[in-house]
């Protein structure tokens, strides 16, 4: 089985581009969260989505961010016109419906210069 | 809001010394509890995890225990090896709205020498 998947790994943009990152839950997972880790510091939740609804975005910038899991597919978050302090690792989460656990991909790493 | 506190690292050990990584946390109502390992690279693993009250958690020699009266769960291990450098990081679910978010501390950077 393989586990929480996320492309590009490495991404680079400049001042004022679109970002857009993915992520592929592991089979059989439906619910998907998004975190962000500033350079020092533990990971901020984004959002929490299930196929097709987004369930809680109360971690989300209100501009310029936004995030999908559609009905097939990976589930993406995009940045438009990312900004320098946009900067930052962004993890993909996956659990079943009913537990605690969430399995974390590798992350993608984005940097705005 | 609910929040998670860490000890400050980074912490350096030499091989086979005892490991204690506080952590305290701020919650309403009764979190489960966390801790995940983020090797160098490399997303987060969970470590171990606790869901009530004098619960332990144990995995690959690490334990902590829940304990609701000192709102803790730190991080124990009795010999620690090179291996075990990374970052760990303490966490409590929070379920606002419906959705099991996790609640993360600053994490601990641990580096064990030869």
């Known amino acids: 089985n393989a586990g929480v998947m996320q492309n590009p790994r490495h991404l680079v943009r400049r001042r004022g581009q679109e970002a857009r990152l993915r992520c592929s839950p592991m089979k059989g997972h439906s619910h998907v969260y998004w975190y962000r880790q500033l350079p020092e510091e533990g990971l901020k939740f984004m959002v929490y989505?299930?196929?097709?609804?987004?369930?809680?975005e109360s971690g989300m910038p209100k501009e310029r961010f936004s995030a999908e899991f559609p009905k097939e597919g990976p589930s993406i978050l995009r940045i438009q016109q990312v900004v320098r302090g946009d900067s930052a690792a962004y993890f993909c989460?996956?659990?079943?419906?009913?537990?605690?656990?969430?399995?974390f991909g590798p992350g993608t790493r984005l940097t705005v210069t | 809001g609910n929040s998670v506190t860490q000890m400050e690292g980074p912490v350096t050990l030499s091989e086979e010394a005892f490991l204690t990584i506080n952590c305290t946390y701020t919650a309403t109502g009764y979190p489960s509890l966390f801790w995940y390992v983020q090797y160098p690279g490399e997303g987060l693993q969970l470590l171990l995890k606790?869901?009530?009250?004098?619960d332990k958690g144990s995995n690959k020699g690490f334990e902590a225990t829940y304990r609701k009266e000192t709102t803790s769960f730190h991080l124990e291990k009795g010999s620690v090896q090179v291996s075990d450098s990374a970052v760990y990081f303490c966490?409590?679910?929070?379920?606002?709205?419906?959705?099991?978010?996790?609640?993360f501390g600053q994490g601990t950077r641990l580096t064990i020498n030869p």
């Open positions: 966490a409590l679910s929070d379920r606002g709205q419906g959705a099991q978010k996790l609640v």
């Open positions: 606790a869901t009530k009250a004098d």
């Open positions: 989505l299930q196929k097709e609804n987004i369930i809680d």
């Open positions: 989460a996956s659990s079943p419906s009913s537990t605690y656990e969430q399995y």
